[in-house]
């Protein structure tokens, strides 16, 4: 009969770690978050809700006569780009400014002005979103300055899919070559009459 007491002994000591192990395993629960999660918006929900969403204009910019010259030379309409984006350029209802709107990839609208270039090439601005669209003759790109990336690249409006050709028809000359040779100028003469 003494081995009864010292098993039930045994047993206890075995079960004691294992009642501290589950009082410390198991932390405290946190209490729940005020607010309940949104589910997410479906993408041609969200799509739906931001073309419909006005954008804000941007009342502080004025134009000048050269940055209206400039927006007679933005190309609008529909243009495809790479990776399967395209991007809309549309005239705002105030003259001289566009709505830029991406559609695939990142998505976004952009209420744009343009703004002069030392390099000759059209650029317009949403300062208000860190926007910025690229036309040169053979693609347009918009960029974010926020992100600092490209959100659409190799974008064409048919006049560029055009001069892209043409580009490639008949290539620049390389800064690296020579310079052709100056034409020769015609002989004069001085002789005696």
């Keep these: ?36 999660a949104k589910p997410p918006l479906a993408r041609s929900a969200a799509k739906a809700v931001e073309e419909m969403t006005p954008i804000e ?3 502080s910019v004025t134009l000048s006569e050269a940055d209206l010259a400039i927006a007679q030379r933005v190309y609008v ?6 990776l399967g984006a395209s991007v809309q ?3 705002a209802k105030r003259a001289g400014f ?4 991406v559609s695939g990839g ?32 053979n693609k347009s790109m918009l960029m974010s300055q926020k992100l600092g990336r490209r959100v659409a690249d190799e974008c064409m409006s048919p006049e560029q899919v055009v001069f892209a050709g043409e580009l490639k ?19 004069v003469k001085v002789g005696a009459q």
Aim: charged share 20%; aromatic share 6%.
């Design 77 to 82: 309409g529909k243009m495809p780009c790479e």
């Design 1 to 36: 009969m003494k081995l009864l007491p010292f098993a039930l002994t045994l047993s206890a000591l075995a079960f004691v770690p294992l009642a501290a192990v589950a009082q410390t395993a198991v932390p405290a629960a946190k209490p729940a978050a005020s607010k309940p």
């Design 106 to 137: 990142s998505g976004g609208r952009f209420y744009m002005h343009p703004v002069e270039s030392r390099t000759g090439a059209i650029r317009l601005e949403d300062p208000k979103r860190g926007a910025l669209w690229l036309q040169l003759g």
């Design 57 to 59: 204009e941007d009342s």
């Design 98 to 101: 566009f709505v830029v709107q």
């Design 169 to 187: 028809k008949n290539p620049p000359k390389s800064l690296l070559e020579p310079l052709d040779p100056p034409a020769a100028a015609p002989e």
């Design 89 to 91: 350029v549309t005239p």
